[in-house]
């Protein structure tokens, strides 16, 4: 059973991927992982910050696995890897988003596609991957991290929201075709979290985006720390 507040059953003993592991929500699942004595699996392009990361934790038997999720074509290597590694691998906490913030004239059909690739298609992918090989009797758990943006109308918004909208609908699909054979999956769509993806979106506002969300009271308790989105998440 989920614990409470979480979606997640207790990770103690077991082994996670957390992809975007580097910083922001990745970097607090992980800790929080740790916390609860699992292993954990960090994974984002950035070693340097994938280091910093592991350097935070509980200790425990993690590990570091410099990847560019945005490459689809090498998850299957990457996946066989850990799994020759490590062995059974539990779940995995997707924490990647990208997007440019950009006007609708200044957005290019490649920007859409980076978005839609590493907001949805690599998450599929990692799942496929996980999933194609597990044991029959063995329970695998999956969280994306989705975004307010997917259902909201925040302008210069357009690649982010659509590729974090399609994630959400490929884990209903999934989590329906996938649910009789022991794997759970679910989206957690916090509203603006304070993130280094943020800084970008910061910039855009007069005095900062936080103080923009509580003045205009759209988030009146202002940014959500990424500790608190973990929470959710396990």
């Keep these: 059973r989920s614990r409470p507040g979480g979606l997640m059953s207790d990770p103690a003993g077991k082994t996670y991927l957390v992809v975007g592991a580097s910083s922001g ?3 607090s699942v992980s800790r929080l992982l740790a916390a609860r004595r699992a292993t954990v699996i960090l994974a984002a392009r950035d070693a ?3 280091e910093e990361t592991l350097r935070s934790l509980a200790p425990g038997d993690h590990v570091l696995a410099p990847l560019d999720a945005c490459d689809l074509g090498a998850i299957p290597s990457h996946v ?16 990647v988003g990208v997007g440019v913030t950009a006007r609708l004239r200044d957005l290019a059909p490649a920007d859409m596609e980076y978005a839609l690739r590493g907001n949805c298609s690599a998450f599929v992918e990692f799942v496929r991957c996980l999933v194609r ?37 490929a ?32 910039a855009l506002a007069e005095g ?27």
């Design 25 to 27: 929500i990745g970097a």
């Design 48 to 50: 340097g910050r994938l």
């Design 80 to 95: 066989e890897t850990l799994r020759s590694r490590h062995g059974v691998i539990d779940g995995m906490v997707y924490c």
């Design 133 to 169: 090989r597990k044991p029959r009797e063995q329970w695998f758990q999956a969280v994306g991290i989705s975004s307010l943006a997917s259902i909201d109308n925040e302008k210069y918004l357009t690649a982010y929201a659509a590729g974090k909208a399609a994630m959400e609908a």
């Design 171 to 202: 884990i209903r699909c999934l989590a329906t075709e996938l649910g009789g054979r022991r794997v759970r999956l679910n989206a957690v769509r916090p509203g603006f979290v304070d993130t280094p993806r943020l800084a970008v979106v910061d």
């Design 208 to 234: 900062g985006v936080g103080r923009h969300f509580v003045e205009s009271g759209y988030q009146p308790l202002g940014l959500i720390h990424p500790d608190d989105v973990a929470a959710m998440a396990l």
